[in-house]
């Protein structure tokens, strides 16, 4: 059972700091009254004092990581550069342990889904380093004789990533493996909650560097809060901001980026949902929501939020998925202990939000079927631990419309595929999505440009998990940016577009005559 005594938090300081020795990456100085902190949701405690970065310092980073840009990585050879993230793959495989390990102390994942997160790394290296030979540009006829037309594709120059401590270490990579192959140089400030990670990441990839001879300067790594955040928004060298957070940072960020004509690429929240149809197989549908809904504690950008079945199977389902989640009750808590299914909340933040949301939600008429409590409260003392729970509601309120950051499942009925396409499509983001159903042609109607309105749409299987192949993100209040596999790599570079003639006369196009 999860349920027995939480780890102590200066054993897990401890083991924190073996994981860094283990990656043999310099170690945090653990500065007393240091403005910033590692800690852990597992306790809920601070693990160790650290040192945050000021404005001064990003324009370091900046100036540094655009110096690499300028005088040595823009030239490298793509496939070269591809080695620093195949050398990098090597490294994570070799350390998948430890970052596991500091990705479960920081953002309290179960033990399986950290080393999941660190496969999700080790993937998107394999997909970036032949990546790395097949920045393709094409070539168009031409209208005017002896002439070729062609595109080519450029690195684009510093690229602020600004990640979130629910995917600390998967999202980083997505942008900086495509990144580097891309030929541009990254900092990164990830979240003020996973310092220790990121410390980590960093410094396997300036071994890496070390290794093939890299510039170290590709990388640079900034801690710290809101005023870390802004100096890169605000910084006219970093081409490219990367963020992933909330919908609100999004806005805050996207018209700073736009006003000063820099390339934004945002992934902000999901509201995802699941069409459960009457033909579906519902074995498929209670094991795919409860990972989706309830996996790493509701706190996926593509966690499953609202299940939205036909009305025949309604009570059904509902009834199973209450009863899979009963088995999820004695699986709550240390997220190292290896029975455990739900980890803790990342903090107080997210508990409040779900109180409250729930609060809301009974008011507007919802039932909670299942869960909502909080657990292990005497010993977890300031660490938020937490049943999932799935509420029936006679519709899609306001609540239901928002994205609360913790695992509640609204369940909500429907008649015809019309109506739940527009409950599905009813809400602000349009993130990940999908349909359990047998009937392929129904598939197909959720599928096209009337069905479902996200960036991700699945058939048969539930809302999160992605693989890195395909493209990731999602539209409206999710913002539209695509990261990860497909062509994505084009965000991370510019596009040049070439008229080279190679006649003796100088034919103007479109018939035009001039001297
Ligand atoms: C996120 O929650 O920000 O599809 C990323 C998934 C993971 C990535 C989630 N591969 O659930």
């Known amino acids: 059972m999860s349920t027995s005594a939480l780890p102590d938090t200066a054993a897990l300081a401890e083991r924190a700091r073996?994981?860094?020795?283990?990656?043999?990456?310099?170690?945090?100085?653990?500065?007393?009254?240091?403005?910033?902190?590692?800690?852990?949701?597992?306790?809920?405690?601070?693990?160790?004092?650290?040192?945050?970065?000021?404005?001064?310092?990003?324009?370091?980073?900046?100036?540094?990581?655009?110096?690499?840009?300028?005088?040595?990585?823009?030239?490298?050879?793509?496939?070269?550069?591809?080695?620093?993230?195949?050398?990098?793959?090597?490294?994570?495989?070799?350390?998948?342990?430890?970052l596991a390990e500091l990705v479960t102390i920081e953002a309290g994942k179960i033990r399986s889904e950290a080393l999941g997160e660190v496969q999700e790394m080790i993937d998107i290296c394999d997909l970036a380093v032949g990546l790395s030979r097949q920045l393709y540009g094409r070539t168009m006829p031409s209208e005017r004789p002896g002439h070729r037309l062609m595109e080519t594709w450029h690195p684009l120059g510093v690229v602020g990533v600004?990640?979130?401590?629910?995917?600390?270490?998967?999202?980083?990579?997505?942008?900086?493996?495509?990144?580097?192959?891309?030929?541009?140089?990254?900092?990164?400030?990830?979240?003020?909650?996973?310092?220790?990670?990121?410390?980590?990441?960093?410094?396997?990839l300036m071994r890496a560097a070390a290794d093939v001879g890299a510039p170290a300067d590709v990388h640079r790594v900034v801690l710290g809060g809101r005023e870390v955040g802004e100096a890169l928004v605000e910084d006219r060298r970093v081409?490219?901001?990367?963020?992933?957070g909330s919908t609100a940072m999004g806005r805050a960020v996207a018209p700073r980026v736009a006003a000063r004509m820099g390339r934004y690429l945002l992934e902000l929240g999901g509201n995802n949902a699941a069409v459960v149809a009457p033909s579906a197989?519902?074995?498929?549908?209670?094991?795919?929501?409860?990972f989706s809904a309830a996996g790493t504690a509701g706190q996926r950008c593509t966690t499953l939020r609202r299940l939205i079945v036909h009305e025949d199977v309604v009570e059904e389902v509902a009834r199973r998925v209450?009863?899979?989640?009963?088995?999820?009750?004695?699986?709550i808590g240390d997220p190292f202990e290896e029975s455990t299914l739900v980890g803790p909340l990342v903090g107080e933040r997210g508990?409040?939000?779900?109180?409250?949301?729930?609060?809301?939600?009974?008011?507007?008429?919802?039932?909670?079927?299942?869960?909502?409590?909080?657990?292990?409260?005497?010993?977890?003392?300031?660490?938020?631990?937490?049943?999932?729970?799935?509420?029936?509601?006679?519709?899609?309120?306001?609540?239901?419309?928002?994205?609360t950051f913790a695992p509640i499942l609204y369940v909500m009925s429907y008649r015809t595929l019309e109506e739940a396409v527009e409950l599905h499509n009813g809400v602000p983001q349009g993130l990940s999505s999908a349909i359990f159903t047998q009937d392929q042609a129904e598939a197909e109607r959720f599928l096209s440009a009337a069905g479902a309105d996200c960036?991700?749409?699945?058939?048969?299987?539930?809302?999160?998990?992605?693989?890195?192949?395909?493209?990731?993100?999602?539209?409206?209040?999710?913002?539209?940016?695509?990261?990860?596999?497909?062509?994505?790599?084009k965000a991370y570079m510019r596009r040049a577009t070439n008229t080279v003639n190679y006649g003796g006369e100088l034919p103007l196009a479109q018939g035009v005559r001039f001297l």
């Not at 081409?239 to 992933?244: D, Q, V």
């Open 18 to 98: 073996t994981a860094l020795d283990r990656c043999r990456v310099d170690r945090p100085r653990e500065t007393a009254g240091a403005a910033g902190a590692a800690r852990t949701p597992i306790t809920g405690q601070e693990l160790f004092p650290l040192d945050h970065d000021d404005t001064a310092s990003v324009d370091g980073a900046v100036t540094a990581a655009h110096g690499a840009f300028t005088s040595a990585w823009r030239d490298t050879p793509a496939p070269v550069r591809g080695q620093l993230v195949h050398r990098l793959g090597a490294l994570l495989r070799e350390h998948k342990d430890d």
């Open 162 to 204: 600004i990640t979130a401590f629910n995917f600390p270490v998967a999202v980083w990579s997505w942008n900086t493996c495509v990144a580097l192959v891309c030929g541009d140089t990254v900092v990164w400030k990830p979240s003020e909650l996973t310092p220790l990670t990121a410390l980590a990441c960093h410094g396997l």
């Open 239 to 244: 081409a490219l901001l990367s963020a992933t």
């Open 281 to 290: 197989d519902l074995d498929l549908v209670v094991r795919g929501s409860v």
């Open 322 to 331: 209450v009863d899979a989640y009963k088995q999820l009750r004695d699986r």
């Open 351 to 403: 508990y409040t939000a779900m109180r409250s949301a729930l609060e809301r939600a009974g008011a507007d008429g919802g039932e909670v079927l299942v869960g909502g409590g909080r657990r292990l409260a005497e010993e977890a003392g300031d660490a938020y631990y937490v049943e999932p729970a799935v509420v029936r509601m006679p519709g899609q309120t306001e609540v239901v419309r928002e994205e």
């Open 455 to 489: 960036g991700i749409v699945n058939v048969n299987i539930g809302t999160s998990g992605a693989e890195i192949g395909g493209a990731f993100g999602g539209e409206k209040d999710t913002g539209g940016g695509r990261e990860s596999g497909s062509d994505s790599w």
